[in-house]
């Protein structure tokens, strides 16, 4: 796909990945829709894409809900009258171990709130995101390109019972789509990062930060930018689909 002039949602564009996948793609000249929660967050990601040359809006919208899903990427294809691209990125983190035992006794489990309120956000905000877009772009009839991005822990993080399991859930769809959405000429494609070096991570103790980079071959947190890249091959290579990238410096679950 040539990205000039090209309409791309981006959801979690407040920060992290999905602010450098935004502020990428802008620098090759595509036009994006930005999808968040936090008005001020999408609001700076808006200033940097902007100063590059295209244009770009905003939209506040929970991604797990259905209704919101559907009524702002009505509102998108409306507002650029055209959809290129999707990159699903929104995601959230509530860590717990399934059980937590102390001389025997089972002292804490993970909540259904927590379960749901990962599997609502990272897999069915997935799901809603890309099942809108693909309607907008087979309407359209120009094709397109939707890329998912999964995660690392998609094989299996001690503590992410909820977030490894939508990140293989995200994994598995794009396989599923690639396969459905090929006759309309719109390909799918998913980006599994290694631990990257956004807020989530940023807040952390440094000692905690030191054990997450100890065991990568490259000794290092990634870059958001880093991620960024590899969202943009997926939009640029007409020959990938179906498959995720993994970009984690090496290292394996």
Known sequence: MELNKKVIIITGAGRGIGRSSAVDLA????????????????AESRAQCVARGVEARIYEANVAKEDEVVAVMGRIAADFGRLDGLVNNAGIVRDA??????????????????????????????????????????????????????????????????????????????????????????????????FTHTEILASMRAEILEKLTAPVPLQRLGEPLEIAAAVRFIFENDFYTGRCLEVDGGLRL
């Open 97 to 194: 171990l399934l059980v937590k035992a102390k001389a025997g006794a089972v002292v804490e489990r993970m909540s259904l709130a927590q379960w749901s309120a990962v599997i609502d956000v990272n897999l069915t905000g997935v799901f809603l995101c890309a099942r809108e877009a693909a309607a907008f772009m087979i309407g359209f009839g120009q094709g397109g390109v939707i890329v998912n991005i999964s995660s690392i822990s998609k094989a299996g993080n001690a503590g992410q019972s909820n977030y490894s399991a939508a990140k293989a859930g995200v994994a598995a769809m794009t396989v599923v789509w690639a396969k459905e959405l090929a006759r309309y000429g719109i390909r799918v494609g998913a980006v599994a990062p290694g």
């Open 27 to 42: 620098g090759h000249g595509a036009n994006l829709a930005l999808i968040d929660l936090r008005a001020a967050d999408l």
